[in-house]
């Protein structure tokens, strides 16, 4: 007979054991940009300044295509400064996120707004021969020469 209030179902095993910590193994530091993850990140900020400062250089026709170009541009640079800092300044090792997911996440999310973004920037600047107005006698373009050459490298 057993004790009164002691049950006969052995107690649950610990859970640590099966399910342990995530393992950083992306290296910390400067390490970090001798990886594909760091390579493409320092990419990304130097694309994204590039872009930025191409679609900041044209008369943005139509603001909300555009806007939304600037808009992930911004914010990609910005995430990917704040995502490469935290591998420099080891903030990695400090943090328990599983970071080979994070980073694959971070990288697919990146992929997807830049190609959306490259969509309309090229739909912007497929516009080109448009005219302005439709109504008007004189016809001026929507994008200049320069302006097109201008769009056409932030689109690549």
């Known amino acids: 007979m057993l004790p009164r209030g002691a049950s006969a179902m052995p107690p649950p095993p610990n859970p640590a054991p099966y399910f342990p910590p995530p393992r950083v193994t992306l290296p910390s530091g400067l390490e970090i940009l001798r990886t594909f993850s760091g390579a493409v990140v320092v990419l990304e900020i130097v694309f994204g300044t590039i872009v930025w400062i191409l679609v900041a250089s044209t008369q943005i026709p139509l603001p909300v295509l555009q806007g939304w170009v600037m808009f992930v541009a911004v914010t990609a640079w910005f995430l990917s400064i704040v995502f490469l800092s935290v591998f420099l300044f080891g ?66």
């Open 91 to 156: 903030y990695a090792n400090k943090i328990a996120v599983n970071w080979n997911q994070a980073d694959f996440i971070f990288h697919g999310a990146t992929f997807v707004f830049y190609f959306g973004a490259f969509l309309l920037q090229a739909a912007t600047t497929s516009l080109h021969y448009f005219p302005r107005n439709f109504n008007s006698t004189t016809q001026e373009r929507i994008l200049s020469g320069h302006e097109y050459n201008i769009s056409i490298a932030a689109s690549v």
